[in-house]
C-alpha cells in the first residue's frame, strides 16, 4: 500500500493551492480519507477528512472550515485537498492517510503517505 501526496509548494498570502493524495495496493472507495498537517514546532492535527461510505460525508477542522474542501475522485483513486485563502498558519507538512474511521484523530488511519510541504509567505 502506498499513498503519495503531490500539489505542496510556496503560495502568497490568499493564495489557493489543490493537494492530491493517490493510492497503491488500495481502493479508497473501502476506505475513510484524512488530511492531517504539522506545522514546525507543533503536533500534528487533522484537517479534514472524508468517509468511506457511499454518501461520502466530510469532516473539517474549525480553522480551515470555509476556505478547504474535500474531495474523492474514484475513476483516479485520488482525493484532494482544495485550500483557499490561505494564511501563514496553514504552513506545515500536509499528509494524507486511510483508515476505518471517519475521524480527525491519527488513531483511526492505518496508512499514511510521505507529505507534501506547504508554505505559505506573508
Known amino acids: 500500500v502506498q499513498l503519495v501526496e503531490s500539489g505542496g509548494g510556496l503560495v502568497p498570502v490568499g493564495g489557493s493551492l489543490r493537494l492530491s493524495c493517490v493510492g497503491s495496493?488500495?481502493?479508497?472507495?473501502?476506505?475513510?480519507i484524512g488530511w492531517f498537517r504539522q506545522a514546525p514546532g507543533k503536533g500534528r492535527e487533522g484537517v479534514s477528512c472524508?468517509?468511506?461510505?457511499?454518501?461520502?460525508?466530510?469532516k473539517y477542522t474549525e480553522s480551515v472550515e470555509g476556505r478547504f474542501t474535500i474531495s474523492y475522485d474514484s475513476a483516479k483513486n485520488t482525493v484532494y485537498l482544495q485550500m483557499d485563502s490561505l494564511t501563514p498558519e496553514d504552513t506545515a507538512v500536509y499528509y494524507c492517510?486511510?483508515?476505518?474511521?471517519?475521524?480527525?484523530?491519527?488513531?483511526?488511519?492505518?496508512?499514511w503517505g510521505q507529505g507534501t510541504q506547504v508554505t505559505v509567505s506573508s
Open positions: 492517510a486511510a483508515g476505518w474511521g471517519f475521524s480527525l484523530a491519527e488513531t483511526p488511519y492505518d496508512y
Open positions: 472524508i468517509a468511506g461510505t457511499s454518501d461520502r460525508s466530510t
Open positions: 495496493g488500495i481502493t479508497f472507495d473501502d476506505y475513510a
